[in-house]
């Protein structure tokens, strides 16, 4: 089990790598640069230039920028005076992470509990019904569903806030719009996980035992067909914690959504950066989890990493 945490972490640590080297290149070649603007004189432009390291060969601010890196030292931001890159993330955060965490339970509790239903229900009116919900899910985008949540139950109905994040109500209608896609995705591959694991022999010879029912889709069923899901679950986690843009938007959630893309509009190189390592190592690190879980939970790939 060592050797294969080992080998996960070392794995996770050279794509960081990668990625903080790939994104740094690609940020140069974005069409512009963070100081183009006409009402800027060349000699305020060039002492910009000079202060953010701009003036220097690429290969050497990419060294700066590494050196920095391994000091915690994201850098300032190149629209917002006087403020960090790593400030703007630790305020804007909390909120993705917030709306994230409750999304992600909404989403695979229901989720999980669709997809045994339906699969210990097949064919029958509630699979229907489950079926339908798992292809909507995955069909409507976060956006038209955040739209509809809105205009049902905060205009027509009046039941709820449509915008902003100031309590606990505020957090119904974005949680459930975010929550919807990953609820019908893990609904899908929880009902077909657990109708191949139900064709499996060992579930037949439990039969022939005399175990009931419940005690084989609790004990035998779920416990194999759960597999499958806790593989997406890596980027299923990072994608709703980090929160989606659309639907920051939508809701008027101060999240890391907003900054991320007017970073990118503004040609904020180092907000850009920043932010994009900030989800790419959130994201690694989630799938390093998984990886570890699922080594845990299945011998069999700690045996094949031999």
Not at 13 to 23: E, H, R, S
Not at 243 to 258: H, L, N
Request: charged residues 15%.
């Amino acid at each position: 089990m060592r050797k294969y945490i080992v080998k996960r972490v070392i794995a996770a640590i050279v794509t960081v790598w990668v990625l903080i080297t790939v994104v740094f290149f690609l940020v140069r070649l974005m069409p512009g640069d963070p100081f183009t603007n006409p009402k800027l004189t060349p000699e305020v432009r060039e002492n910009m230039e000079s202060y953010y390291g701009f003036d220097k060969p690429l290969i050497v601010q990419y060294g700066n920028y590494m050196t920095n890196l391994l000091k915690g030292d994201f850098g300032y931001s190149m629209k917002f005076t006087n403020k960090t890159v790593a400030g703007i993330i630790g305020e804007t955060f909390p909120f993705s992470a917030d709306l994230g965490i409750r999304a992600l339970v909404l989403a695979v509790s229901i989720g999980l509990v669709l997809g045994i239903v339906s699969a210990r229900n097949r064919g029958k009116g509630i699979d229907f019904f489950c079926v339908i919900v798992a292809v909507l899910g995955t069909s409507i985008p976060d956006f038209i569903m955040g739209a509809v949540l809105q205009y049902g139950f905060g205009i027509k109905w009046g039941l709820l806030p449509v915008a902003r994040y100031e309590g606990i109500e505020y957090t119904i209608l974005p949680a459930c719009a975010l929550a919807f896609y990953t609820l019908a995705s893990v609904s899908r591959i929880m009902r077909a996980s657990m109708l191949e694991v139900a064709s499996q022999d060992y579930i037949k010879t439990a039969r022939s035992k005399g175990l009931g029912e419940f005690r084989i889709t609790a004990k035998h069923q779920i416990r194999n067909a759960i597999m499958p899901v806790m593989t997406v679950m890596g980027p299923t986690v990072a994608s709703v914690l980090t929160g989606t843009f659309v639907i920051e938007s939508i809701f008027a959630i101060p999240g890391m959504g907003k900054h991320y893309v007017d970073s990118v509009s503004n040609n904020d190189y180092s907000m850009v950066l920043g932010m994009t390592l900030f989800y790419g190592v959130f994201l690694i690190f989630c799938n390093l989890v998984v990886d570890i879980l699922y080594g845990v939970a299945d011998p069999r790939v700690r045996i094949g990493e031999r």
